[in-house]
């Protein structure tokens, strides 16, 4: 079982060039988020889905959009992408329930110049 | 609001030491608490989670945590420190918002373990 798959690993991009980053994840959760690692700030949610169809905002959404067309995919994308968005993107799934536990990708590494 | 707060960005001990590193949390209503682990280059791991029922938790790799509500703290430890244990530690809490959880995490803490 992969659980969750994560696309590019890392990337180097352009200001103003838009990026998409994917997320698949083959557990079947209703749940999938998107979080931005970085250093002395822990991570911070961007966006949420909590089934498909839906998505919602988290804490730092500017900048970021997310789809969720299906159980499986949640791509987050980048419109035009901003030094201030060099970070190492997390995505993560979970049942949905208060109790459950997250399931992490091994993260993309971004950095915009 | 529901938040935790991890005293310490760097912890270092000695291999075979105790290791204790601090999670103190905010909540108005009885919080779910979890510790994740990330080692270089991976993503996030489940320690262990606190859902109340007993209040020490054990999880993964010899770790521990026990819930103090009077404290308002969710301490991690483990008895003896190995190399391998050297990573970075993220304490968190659930937050069930219209139905939906999402973890809010806090700032980290680096373990570092010297031979």
């Known amino acids: 079982i992969a659980g969750i798959t994560q696309a590019p690993t890392s990337q180097i991009l352009a200001a103003g060039r838009r990026m998409t980053l994917r997320c698949t994840q083959d557990m079947r959760h209703n749940a999938m988020y998107w979080y931005r690692q970085d250093l002395g700030l822990g991570l911070r949610l961007i966006h949420y889905?909590?089934?498909?169809?839906?998505?919602g905002k988290g804490e730092v959404p500017d900048g970021y959009s997310v789809s969720r067309a299906n159980t499986d995919d949640f791509p987050l994308t980048l419109a035009s992408a901003v030094p201030s968005q060099t970070s190492v993107y997390f995505c993560?799934?979970?049942?949905?329930?208060?109790?459950?536990?997250?399931?992490f990708g091994e993260g993309s590494r971004l950095t915009v110049l | 609001a529901q938040s935790v707060t991890q005293l310490g960005s760097h912890v270092s001990v000695s291999e075979g030491a105790l290791v204790l590193l601090r999670c103190n949390y905010s909540s108005s209503v009885p919080p779910y608490l979890f510790w994740y682990v990330q080692y270089p280059n991976q993503g996030l791991q489940l320690l262990l989670k606190y859902t109340s029922a007993a209040t020490l938790v054990k999880g993964i790799n010899g770790f521990e945590a026990e819930f103090k509500k009077s404290e308002t703290s969710f301490h991690l430890t483990k008895p003896s420190a190995h190399m391998s244990d050297a990573a970075e530690y993220f304490c968190?809490?659930?937050?069930?918002?219209?139905?939906?959880?999402?973890?809010?995490f806090g700032t980290g803490t680096r373990l570092l373990v010297s031979p």
């Open positions: 993560a799934s979970s049942v949905g329930t208060n109790t459950g536990e997250l399931f």
């Open positions: 889905s909590n089934t498909a169809g839906t998505t």
């Open positions: 968190a809490v659930s937050v069930m918002n219209t139905g939906f959880q999402k973890l809010v």
